[in-house]
Each structure stands twice: as C-alpha cells, then as structure tokens.
C-alpha cells in the first residue's frame, strides 16, 4: 500500500523548507518518522509529492535513508500542470492546493493509499487505522479523526477541518476553519467575521491524513478543472484543498467516508517555535522505545 507525502510547500509561516528541518537525533526529519511509523503500519511504498527543483536534496537525504526499507518514488507538483487547453492565469505564483498535489501523483497509484502533510507527525496509530480499515475494505474512505485540543500550537493559530460525524463513525461534513487557538481565558476559539467564535475542544477535526481508492484519481481530476471554472473570474489565489475533492468525490459516487478517530497528540512545525517541542517528543520516544536511537540502522 501506497503512502502519499505532500512535501512541495516551503512553510512560508515557518520561514523556509521546513520538511527537511533535523529534528532526530541523526538528522531525521519529521518525513523519516512519519514513514517509519506508516512502514511498521503496513505500508511498503511512499511517493513524495514535491517541487521538481528540490528532488536532489529530497534524493540525497531521506530518499537515500529509506530506499532500502520502502519503495520510494517521487511526483511533481507544478502550478503550471492544467487540464488539456488551459494555460496559468497571469498572477498566479503559488501552488494550487492540496488536492492538486494528489493528482500530481496520479500515474504513480495502484491501489488504495493514504495522503498526508510532510510537516505533521500523526503517529504509528494513525497509519495503522488507515491501513488496516482499507486493507479490509476495498474501496473504501477514510480518515484519522483528532481530538482538537490534540492539535494546537502554543505559538499561533492552527487551520483544521472540523468534522461532523454520525453514529456510525461516518463523516456528514468538513466546515473549514483558519486561524483556531486556545485563548487567554482558557477557551478555544476561531477568528471569523471580526471576532472569536467558541468551538467545542473535543471535536473531531481532519489533519489531512486520509485513506483513499485508486478511483478517487479519476474523480479529483474532473473536480480540478470544475474548480478552475467556478473560479475563473479570480484565478491568481485560489486553492483546491483534498477535503473539498473528497467531499465532492463522496458526492459523486454515493459512498462514506470512514472516521478513524485517534487519541494521539499531533507534532508539527507550523512555526518556527514549534520545532523544538518537536525534538523533546522524539528524544521522549527514543528514550521510552517508540522510535530507535538511529531510525534507519
């Protein structure tokens, strides 16, 4: 099973190319964690979705460490990669979201696999949810749900995609909220509409860590070029995030999407600041034996 990694940002927030910032002891970054953990979940390929001007030092560091463990292969995200008849809008300068950068690996998917951010650490469970529930369920959706209290930084505002779920563990909606953060008063709130709006810590929110089919390919493919339409008078900062491409996919084909909710506190590098929260975690995980000293040896 195929693990997607969409590495092709440059964390414009973090300040620089934050997917190959050492965290591990032995110049790990958080993309050899996250592929250790989905390989000992199941999963024997990754494909790093990232920006063709960075394959060599993609290459030279992670590619090298792992390509004796798992199948690694790359795609290229490229803004100037339109549907057949299209050219790039004068303006546009950044990538055209999440969901483009799924496509972008298109011709690399056999099967079902996962898609993930290359800046968060989600943990083995995560991987594990995903692989055995597509492993048993051909076709099949799904997503590791986190706890929002689970997923904020001390040092900013987070974006999550809060879901609405039915008794069944499926998911009914995504509402896509920017700038959440716990307040002063201890309460967690989003900034909409000039002022913070209360929202229940407890709720279940996407991380972008989703199990989807092969299908799927097909259908964000169709939805990329319904988006560059429905946008067409403004083109230059419009974004095709994969949670609208999986809703819209859900939509199209009558099917559920699966949530796989999780326990695990999310690590990530949003900011600068976050980083070394990250490197306490690992060395906390090496010294109780989740992870070894030399993750690769």
């Known amino acids: 099973m195929t693990l997607l990694v969409m590495a092709a940002g440059m964390g414009s927030r973090y300040g620089g190319l934050k997917q190959l910032d050492p965290i591990g002891p032995?110049?790990?970054?958080?993309?050899?964690y996250t592929a250790y953990d989905a390989m000992k979940a199941g999963f024997d390929k990754v494909v790093f979705i990232i920006k063709r001007e960075n394959l060599d030092i993609f290459r030279e560091t992670i590619g090298n460490r792992i390509s004796g463990?798992?199948?690694?292969?790359?795609?290229?995200?490229?803004?100037a990669n339109l549907p057949?008849?299209?050219?790039?809008?004068?303006?546009?300068v950044k990538?055209?979201?999440?969901?483009?950068?799924?496509?972008?690996?298109?011709?690399?998917?056999?099967?079902?696999?996962?898609?993930?951010?290359?800046?968060?650490?989600?943990?083995?469970?995560?991987?594990?949810?995903?692989?055995?529930?597509?492993?048993?369920?051909?076709?099949?959706?799904?997503?590791?749900?986190?706890?929002?209290?689970?997923?904020?930084?001390?040092?900013g505002t987070v974006s999550r995609g809060e879901c609405s779920v039915?008794?069944?563990?499926?998911?009914?909606n995504i509402r896509e909220l920017t700038k959440i953060k716990r307040l002063e008063d201890g309460n967690t709130a989003f900034f909409k509409d000039d002022r913070w709006n209360p929202i229940d810590e407890n709720s279940i929110v996407s991380m972008n860590c989703w199990g989807l089919p092969e299908e799927f390919m097909s259908y964000a493919e169709c939805g990329f070029r319904d988006f560059l339409k429905e946008?067409?008078?403004?083109?230059?900062?419009?974004?095709?995030y994969l949670p609208?491409?999986?809703?819209?996919?859900?939509?199209?084909t009558g099917k559920c999407a699966k949530v796989l909710r999780t326990g695990a506190k999310w690590y990530g590098v949003t900011y600068k600041e976050d980083r070394q929260t990250v490197v306490d975690y690992?060395?906390?995980?090496?010294?109780?034996?989740v992870y070894p000293e030399n993750l690769w040896k």
Not at 26 to 32: P, Q, S, T, V
């Open 26 to 32: 032995n110049g790990e970054f958080i993309l050899d």
């Open 166 to 172: 039915d008794s069944d563990g499926m998911l009914t």
């Open 95 to 155: 990538q055209w979201g999440t969901a483009h950068a799924v496509l972008s690996a298109k011709d690399l998917i056999k099967g079902s696999f996962a898609a993930v951010n290359a800046d968060d650490l989600y943990g083995f469970e995560s991987f594990r949810l995903l692989h055995d529930y597509m492993k048993a369920n051909d076709s099949a959706v799904c997503m590791s749900g986190f706890v929002l209290k689970n997923t904020l930084t001390e040092n």
């Open 231 to 240: 946008n067409s008078a403004d083109l230059t900062k419009c974004e095709y």
């Open 69 to 79: 463990k798992l199948d690694v292969q790359y795609a290229f995200q490229d803004i």
């Open 282 to 289: 690992i060395r906390c995980c090496i010294e109780s034996g």
């Open 84 to 92: 057949d008849g299209m050219s790039l809008p004068e303006g546009r």
């Open 244 to 252: 609208n491409a999986v809703s819209n996919y859900l939509s199209a």
